[in-house]
């Protein structure tokens, strides 16, 4: 009897360690996948991300052609000027201002 004792063990031992050998491999293979997984979803956040920010300077550089050059300096509050040149005796003097 213990030899047939020894050989249900040894089967169900055997038995064991090949449902565990499957369970390793089926985690092995969840893991792979999950890591791949990840890699894919956080490389389409990047291109997207990318995307986003190509589509909002392009907004920003055609907002800033439609809109034209920004004034710097704020003597005249923002008005724009016109510089009146008249022949003096001497050439060209400015005399004044003039608004548009």
């Keep these: 009897m213990t030899d047939a ?3 249900s063990e040894r ?3 055997g038995a ?3 449902v565990r050998a499957l369970a390793a491999g089926v985690i092995a293979i969840a893991f792979i996948g999950l890591v791949l997984f990840l890699a894919a979803v956080l490389t389409a956040a990047a291109i997207a991300a990318i995307g986003v920010a190509l589509l909002a300077g392009g907004a920003w550089w055609l907002w800033s ?3 034209g050059p920004r ?3 704020g ?3 923002g008005d724009p000027t016109l510089l009146v040149a ?3 005796p001497n050439g060209w003097t400015v005399e004044g201002t003039g608004r548009f």
């Design 86 to 88: 008249r022949r003096g």
């Design 75 to 77: 003597d005249d509050n």
């Design 5 to 7: 004792t020894n050989s």
């Design 11 to 13: 089967i169900a031992q």
């Design 65 to 67: 052609k439609i809109r």
């Design 71 to 73: 004034k710097r300096g």
């Design 16 to 18: 064991g360690r090949f």
